[in-house]
């Protein structure tokens, strides 16, 4: 067995001998993010000369920071110049708890935690993310890829090989169709065979509505591929044509 998990128990690994759960205090990690936000320099002053976090500034930030520093020109630049999480955390909050050191207690922690993956959900690969939308203009696309990592076992102490989840801005259009609209395409696959896979199950258990089924998945068919006008007309107009028994639509 491998992983930070391992041997972490101790003395209390005794069944029974587990301390309780420690309760997070809420308004310490909130205190701990707006400071963290208001060090890096995301801040706003009020009227009344206090100064407050502005998460928008931290979304702007990201942003530069994916076309500053993650535009990947082809496949021989992909692992360095893409992002994980982490480093895109790293990059935008240089002080933020668990950067510099680990994280010393749970309220600590849960800030990490929460800001990584607010930072990492402005980068999301999604049609609707802030640095999706932002990049339009430019022709440039966000995509997502797992590269080759090292990693700090934080039992050992030692590096070790691991691969994660990266993401980069592109105009490879190779790239593109890797990384961004064949995942798409293969989740729309995916959910095509578990459609199918569910109304067969109806049909083995209820022959009678086999031909029902069968129409039913050939409308659907039909709506799914016509719902996509950005795939070939020729493939589309072959696949929408005809009906399950062959006799034209």
């Not at 090989?161 to 801005?169: I, K, Q, S």
């Not at 989740?187 to 029902?212: H, I, N, Y």
């Given at each position: 067995m491998s992983g930070y998990a391992e041997d972490t128990i101790g003395d209390a690994g005794v069944e029974g001998d587990l301390p309780e759960e420690r309760i997070l205090d809420?308004?310490?990690?909130?205190?701990?993010k707006a400071e963290a936000l208001i060090q890096a320099g995301y801040s706003v002053t009020t009227e009344d000369g206090a100064v407050r976090s502005d998460v928008r500034q931290l979304q702007v930030a990201v942003f530069e920071g994916m076309r500053d520093r993650h535009i990947v020109s082809g496949k021989g630049d992909l692992s360095t110049r893409s992002a994980t999480s982490f480093e895109l955390y790293q990059e935008v909050l240089p002080d933020g708890p668990g950067v510099r050191s680990l994280a010393r207690t749970d309220e600590e922690h849960a800030v990490q935690s929460q800001l990584t993956k607010?930072?990492?959900?402005?980068?999301?690969?999604?049609?609707?993310?802030?640095?999706?939308?932002?990049?339009?203009?430019?022709?440039?696309?966000?995509?997502?890829?797992?590269?080759?990592?090292?990693?700090?076992?934080?039992?050992?102490?030692?590096?070790?090989?691991?691969?994660?989840?990266?993401?980069?801005?592109?105009?490879?259009?190779?790239?593109?169709?890797?990384?961004?609209?064949?995942?798409?395409?293969?989740?729309?696959?995916?959910?095509?065979?578990?459609?199918?896979?569910?109304?067969?199950?109806?049909?083995?258990?209820?022959?009678?509505?086999?031909?029902?089924?069968?129409?039913?998945l050939h409308t659907v068919v039909r709506q799914a591929v016509a719902s996509i006008p950005h795939a070939d007309t020729r493939s589309v107009t072959a696949l929408t044509s005809g009906s399950p028994d062959g006799d034209g639509a």
């Open positions: 809420e308004e310490l990690v909130e205190k701990i607010l930072v990492w959900g402005y980068a999301n690969v999604g049609i609707n993310s802030f640095v999706q939308k932002h990049v339009a203009d430019r022709g440039l696309v966000l995509c997502e890829a797992k590269v080759a990592r090292t990693k700090i076992n934080e039992e050992t102490h030692k590096r070790q090989p691991t691969t994660e989840l990266a993401r980069f801005l592109t105009l490879d259009g190779e790239l593109i169709m890797t990384y961004y609209t064949g995942p798409a395409g293969a989740a729309f696959l995916r959910a095509a065979r578990k459609l199918d896979a569910q109304l067969g199950l109806v049909a083995d258990r209820r022959p009678e509505l086999s031909v029902p089924v069968a129409k039913q």
